[in-house]
């Protein structure tokens, strides 16, 4: 998820961002086809190269099951799952045909929405601090 959610500066752009996730539903996909590679793959569902020998909670995630089979078809489940929910979640996104004025208008929108759920996050505290005051409203 470090690849949507960076700073302005290192942003992936909008358009992009639903590249790269109809990308990311092939990989899972192939992972569904064969589940245990997440034990002997180098690279995660973003191409992005693991930290293997450096991270010790993904040494332990890769550590191989006693029923592997069992693990295989949770994983399978799982996995489906997940393009169950990003084909529904970006459905009308792919359907979009990119053209070069789409992409110069929402070349400055966010693939995420960290900056609402921080606002969000500062008026709610706001709000629990001072209960009866009145806050200011920007439209």
């Known amino acids: 998820m470090t690849k949507f959610y960076t700073s302005v500066d290192s942003s992936v752009s909008h358009i992009d961002g639903i590249e790269i996730v109809k990308d990311v539903i092939k990989m899972i996909k192939l992972a569904i086809e064969n589940p245990l590679i997440v034990f002997t793959t180098e690279t995660d569902f973003f191409h992005d190269q693991l930290q293997t020998g450096i991270d010790e909670a993904l040494e332990k995630l890769r550590e191989r099951p006693v029923d592997e089979q069992m693990f295989a078809s949770m994983m399978k489940d799982c996995l489906s799952a997940i393009v169950v929910v990003l084909e529904r979640q970006y459905k009308r996104y792919f359907g979009i045909d990119v ?40 439209s």
């Open 99 to 138: 053209t070069d004025q789409l992409r110069k208008e929402t070349e400055s929108a966010s693939c995420h929405n960290i900056d609402a759920e921080e606002l969000m996050g500062m008026f709610s505290a706001a709000k629990e601090h001072a209960p009866n005051a009145t806050l200011c409203y920007l």
